[in-house]
């Protein structure tokens, strides 16, 4: 009850110093929580499916190998999360009575942003896509998800929310943009080939090219002067594109920046045609997988195309078409005229600009552009940890296997040995003990800590993952409880107390003085899972032997001015001389 008293209007006015020891003996310092990535503990949540891809539940934490760069690591941390239990069970096999106060609205627990490239998809692509999320957030979301829309060209956006309505709203708002989802008329012309022209000095691909540009425009335009025109119809193809690209880039790198301060799980499906990646563009995704991982946001990718009917049958298994040099030797090309003439740029002479086999080499030019689109799906779907939907009709399938909630998801976590803070990027690998006919879902790997520019910044280690997570972590007891004040009219105030008990934190004892260093974290996010406000106490404790055998909890009071809604109060404890952590979950209403 005393924690309680203090938890009245005029206190949660004016946070109290906390009560206990003089205050020579229990330092504080208060800040504003700032959003690092720091790695002390890293979390890694692993979906196991059978054959069927349906998850298995029943695994505990000896079934697991996890390692690090190679290097086996021990599982320090094990828990299973559970989707989709009935409220019985969330309560502990309670049953509600008459009596029971009425369940406050639970909690978001799952982000899931719906990633629409609305520049490189066809029209009807994107519709099918479209409604069959629909579909989804219709008749699969629960309460305790939130959904967000974004789409390439950034257009077309709706933040986290549960309203369906708007949802729907927004959904049918997204057409295709001006993007590059065709290429030029004429000469027919693939980003692919306008790459190899532009970009490569490939001969071949010109030749083809100016092939095709004379017989398409019917033209009596001498071939030099052809060439030149279709050079430039290649540059300007490359430059359209790039532009698309980058704008593509910045709008999935902003939702994943937002995303990095939601509490719970966050999942991206992104739903796409795909796009051949420039190699002027390779940092940019490159840097976009980086802030996927350090997130903690897994990359579902999701190929618009649905069922591929031709482009990638015409070749052999495993066959790829990748340079025009390949092309002339497998005979993709022939019939070619006598006599040379300078490209473009003035450096390089081709053989000719007419051959009587352009519809195949087109063809080929088709199809490793196609395998190029997919190969970014794929690509960033592997690098965060994500999978990638592709090849089927069943788009409602994709987005339930994407975006989905797993009935079973365990989250592994474990301490890395001899952690250098150097910033590079260390690949993990988890497996079964008897994998048998199941799969492994998890995340690739992680970023070690860039070099640290102060001691002071230890502190932060862990603190923000287990910030905005939703696990809660009781190696520390920890009481919480808010109170609501309204000092006036529109105005009002959160007050919230945290009791920790000092008798699990590691004191180090020297000249009769017991030091201690203990960091308290507490964060408000909204009804959306929105990161609105934050609080970082860290206390240093140097007690003396008398005061340390009376002074038994540590009490931390904090206040929050908010406008009316329903929030999540975490509260995260850090013992710097244990390293063990702390983390509590709880709501509050402000009317």
Same mark, same amino acid.
């Given at each position: 009850?005393?924690?309680?008293?203090?938890?009245?209007?005029?206190?949660?006015?004016?946070?109290?110093?906390?009560?206990?020891?003089?205050?020579?003996? #229990?330092?504080?310092?208060?800040?504003?929580?700032?959003?690092?990535?720091? #790695?002390?503990?890293?979390?890694?949540?692993?979906? #196991?499916?059978?054959?069927?891809?349906?998850?298995?539940?029943?695994?505990?934490?000896?079934?697991?190998?996890?390692?690090?760069?190679?290097?086996?690591?021990?599982?320090?941390?094990?828990?299973?999360?559970?989707?989709?239990?009935?409220?019985?069970?969330? /309560?502990?096999?309670?049953?509600?009575?008459?009596?029971?106060?009425?369940?406050?609205?639970?909690?978001?627990?799952?982000?899931?942003?719906?990633?629409? *490239? $609305?520049?490189?998809?066809?029209?009807?692509?994107?519709?099918?896509?479209?409604?069959?999320?629909?579909?989804?957030?219709?008749?699969?979301?629960?309460?305790?998800?939130?959904?967000?829309?974004?789409?390439?060209?950034?257009?077309?956006?709706?933040?986290?929310?549960?309203?369906? $309505?708007?949802?729907?709203?927004?959904?049918?708002?997204?057409?295709?943009?001006?993007?590059?989802?065709?290429?030029?008329?004429?000469?027919?012309?693939?980003?692919?080939? /306008?790459?190899?022209?532009?970009?490569?000095?490939?001969?071949?691909?010109?030749?083809?090219?100016?092939?095709? =540009?004379?017989?398409?425009?019917?033209?009596?335009?001498?071939?030099?002067?052809?060439?030149?025109?279709?050079?430039?119809?290649?540059?300007?193809?490359?430059?359209?594109?790039?532009?698309?690209?980058?704008?593509?880039?910045?709008?999935?790198?902003?939702?994943?920046?937002?995303?990095?301060?939601?509490?719970?799980?966050?999942?991206?499906?992104?739903?796409?045609?795909?796009?051949?990646?420039?190699?002027?563009?390779?940092?940019?995704?490159?840097?976009?997988?980086?802030?996927?991982?350090?997130?903690?946001?897994?990359?579902?990718?999701?190929?618009?195309?649905?069922?591929?009917?031709?482009?990638?049958?015409?070749?052999?298994?495993?066959?790829?078409?990748?340079?025009?040099?390949?092309?002339?030797?497998?005979?993709?090309?022939?019939?070619?005229?006598?006599?040379?003439?300078?490209?473009?740029?003035?450096?390089?002479?081709?053989?000719?600009?007419?051959?009587?086999?352009?519809?195949?080499?087109?063809?080929? =030019? /088709?199809?490793?552009?196609?395998?190029?689109?997919?190969?970014?799906?794929?690509?960033?779907?592997?690098?965060?940890?994500?999978?990638?939907?592709?090849?089927?009709?069943?788009? *409602?399938?994709?987005?339930?296997?994407?975006?989905?909630?797993?009935? =079973?998801?365990?989250?592994?976590?474990?301490?890395?040995?001899?952690?250098?803070?150097?910033?590079?990027?260390?690949?993990?690998?988890?497996?079964?003990? $008897?994998?048998?006919?199941?799969?492994?879902?998890?995340?690739?790997?992680?970023?070690?800590?860039?070099?640290?520019?102060?001691?002071?910044?230890?502190?932060?280690?862990?603190?923000?993952?287990?910030?905005?997570?939703?696990?809660?972590?009781?190696?520390?007891?920890?009481?919480?409880?808010?109170?609501?004040?309204?000092?006036?009219?529109?105005?009002?105030?959160?007050?919230?107390?945290?009791?920790?008990?000092?008798?699990?934190?590691?004191?180090?004892?020297?000249?009769?003085?017991?030091?201690?260093?203990?960091?308290?974290?507490?964060?408000?996010?909204?009804?959306?899972?929105?990161?609105?406000?934050?609080?970082?106490?860290?206390?240093?404790?140097?007690?003396?032997?008398?005061?340390?055998?009376?002074?038994?909890?540590?009490?931390?009071?904090?206040?929050?001015?908010?406008?009316?809604?329903?929030?999540?109060?975490?509260?995260?404890?850090?013992?710097?001389?244990?390293?063990?952590?702390?983390?509590?979950?709880?709501?509050?209403?402000?009317?």
């Amino acid at each position: 009850m005393a924690l309680l008293a203090g938890l009245r209007p005029s206190v949660a006015q004016t946070p109290q110093p906390p009560t206990g020891p003089p205050q020579a003996e #229990v330092l504080v310092q208060e800040s504003g929580f700032i959003v690092h990535s720091q #790695v002390d503990l890293v979390s890694v949540p692993v979906v #196991v499916r059978d054959s069927h891809g349906r998850a298995i539940g029943g695994l505990s934490r000896e079934d697991f190998r996890i390692s690090d760069n190679g290097k086996p690591q021990t599982v320090s941390k094990f828990s299973v999360e559970k989707f989709g239990a009935t409220a019985t069970e969330a /309560a502990g096999g309670k049953v509600p009575t008459a009596r029971d106060e009425p369940a406050q609205p639970p909690m978001p627990e799952r982000f899931v942003a719906f990633f629409f *490239d $609305d520049l490189n998809t066809e029209f009807s692509d994107l519709v099918n896509a479209r409604e069959a999320a629909w579909r989804y957030m219709q008749n699969v979301m629960v309460p305790s998800e939130r959904a967000a829309i974004a789409t390439a060209s950034g257009l077309t956006t709706l933040d986290f929310t549960n309203d369906r $309505d708007k949802l729907h709203q927004t959904l049918l708002a997204i057409h295709p943009q001006e993007g590059i989802v065709h290429g030029v008329d004429c000469p027919p012309m693939t980003l692919y080939e /306008a790459d190899l022209i532009a970009n490569s000095n490939d001969s071949m691909a010109l030749g083809t090219a100016v092939a095709d =540009y004379i017989d398409c425009s019917n033209s009596t335009t001498p071939p030099d002067e052809a060439a030149f025109s279709v050079f430039n119809f290649a540059k300007m193809h490359v430059e359209l594109v790039d532009r698309s690209i980058r704008r593509a880039f910045d709008s999935l790198d902003a939702l994943i920046r937002k995303m990095n301060t939601m509490a719970g799980r966050r999942i991206v499906v992104m739903a796409s045609s795909g796009f051949q990646m420039l190699d002027n563009r390779r940092q940019d995704e490159l840097d976009i997988m980086e802030q996927a991982i350090r997130s903690g946001v897994v990359v579902n990718t999701l190929d618009a195309r649905a069922l591929h009917t031709g482009v990638f049958g015409s070749a052999g298994a495993g066959e790829r078409i990748v340079s025009a040099t390949q092309l002339e030797m497998r005979g993709f090309i022939g019939g070619v005229s006598a006599g040379t003439h300078q490209k473009p740029d003035g450096n390089t002479t081709v053989s000719s600009y007419s051959g009587s086999r352009t519809e195949t080499t087109r063809a080929a =030019y /088709a199809r490793e552009e196609a395998l190029a689109k997919r190969a970014l799906l794929a690509e960033v779907a592997s690098a965060t940890g994500g999978h990638f939907f592709e090849n089927s009709n069943d788009l *409602d399938a994709g987005f339930a296997r994407l975006a989905g909630a797993p009935e =079973y998801l365990y989250v592994l976590g474990f301490n890395p040995q001899d952690l250098t803070p150097d910033g590079k990027f260390h690949s993990l690998k988890v497996t079964l003990k $008897d994998s048998h006919g199941v799969s492994v879902e998890a995340r690739n790997g992680y970023y070690a800590p860039p070099p640290r520019a102060a001691p002071g910044q230890q502190a932060y280690e862990g603190i923000e993952e287990a910030l905005f997570s939703r696990g809660e972590i009781a190696d520390i007891p920890v009481i919480v409880q808010t109170h609501v004040s309204k000092p006036s009219a529109g105005k009002a105030a959160l007050a919230v107390a945290a009791k920790v008990d000092l008798r699990k934190v590691s004191f180090r004892k020297e000249q009769g003085i017991n030091h201690a260093n203990v960091t308290v974290v507490t964060g408000i996010f909204d009804n959306d899972g929105n990161y609105v406000s934050g609080i970082r106490k860290v206390f240093e404790l140097h007690l003396r032997d008398e005061t340390f055998k009376t002074y038994s909890a540590l009490t931390v009071r904090n206040s929050f001015d908010l406008t009316p809604g329903t929030y999540l109060v975490r509260l995260v404890v850090r013992d710097a001389g244990s390293q063990v952590m702390a983390s509590k979950n709880t709501t509050a209403a402000v009317p």
